[in-house]
């Protein structure tokens, strides 16, 4: 496996949906997750695409390391805009060991957003069988009403 990183454009894109969401834009499952920053205690925004388990919500941290989800972990909620629509939530981080069928879920449903995890050097091809085996590498917290 090749060495993970950002793929090229992603700041630049992810500027651009917190901009579009401010203007209350829907973005289809697009939506921008906020959260207390771990070292600032700034607000933090970062796009995020959430998807439905078993009639359960979550989000992926799709690279290894990142600030986002080290700040959603430390504050374990925030709120989740899609278009007009604000919610406070609680994020709830799935063990390791529960983590495989909801990220192969991921892949799935979700196929822009395994071409970001794929472009970042997480996983190779993106297969729902290569997600749920990337437990170890992703994370997915489970989103609930705060």
């Known amino acids: 496996m090749s060495e993970v990183s950002l793929p090229p454009g992603l700041k630049t ?3 651009m949906v917190r901009l579009l969401q401010r203007l209350g834009l829907d973005l289809g499952p697009v939506s921008v997750l906020t959260v207390r920053g771990r070292k600032s205690g700034q607000p933090r925004n970062t796009p995020v695409a959430p998807y ?3 009639g359960r919500q979550y989000v992926l941290g799709g690279i290894p390391g990142a600030d986002w989800v080290r700040n959603a972990r430390a504050a374990g909620e925030g709120t989740l805009r899609q278009g007009k629509r ?3 939530v609680r994020l709830i981080e799935v063990p390791e060991d529960e983590r495989g069928p909801i990220l192969r879920e991921f892949a799935v449903q979700r196929p822009k957003g395994v071409e ?3 472009k970042a050097g ?3 091809d993106g297969t729902p069988e290569e997600f749920e085996a990337a437990a170890d590498r992703l994370t997915a917290f489970r989103i609930e009403a705060a």
């Open 116 to 118: 970001m995890v794929v």
């Open 122 to 124: 997480v996983v190779r």
């Open 86 to 88: 604000v919610r406070r």
């Open 52 to 54: 439905e388990v078993a």
């Open 13 to 15: 894109m992810n500027r």
